[in-house]
């Protein structure tokens, strides 16, 4: 949902493009739209928490940082964003495939 009111305002169609493969040890998530992008200072802030450009249309600026706390914390993964204005956005998102344990998530309480 975010794709959409982010990354494709202002436009009347667009693609987002999601590829899910894995190798020996990760399941790979790589994303990647053709909407508005972001620029490069905007990229360096992406995951920061309560960093929005739509502060004043009521975003909250939590989306991206809690992925990358999902991936990095909670899956033990990695997440790279790339990004031009104009030319869309990519994420690529790593995670191992067999964890040593049930993540606490996941347990029945």
Known sequence: MNSLI???EGR???VMDIKITSDETNLIIDYK?????VTSEQLT???DPFFTTKRDQGGSGLGTH?????V????????DATSEPDKGLRYYI???KNMAKPLPIFEKY
């Open 94 to 96: 790593q995670f191992p």
């Open 45 to 47: 802030k992406l995951f």
């Open 66 to 70: 809690i992925m990358f706390n999902l």
């Open 6 to 8: 982010h990354g494709f």
């Open 12 to 14: 009347d169609n667009g």
């Open 33 to 37: 739209d053709n909407g508005n992008g």
């Open 72 to 79: 990095k914390q909670t899956l033990s993964g990695s997440i």
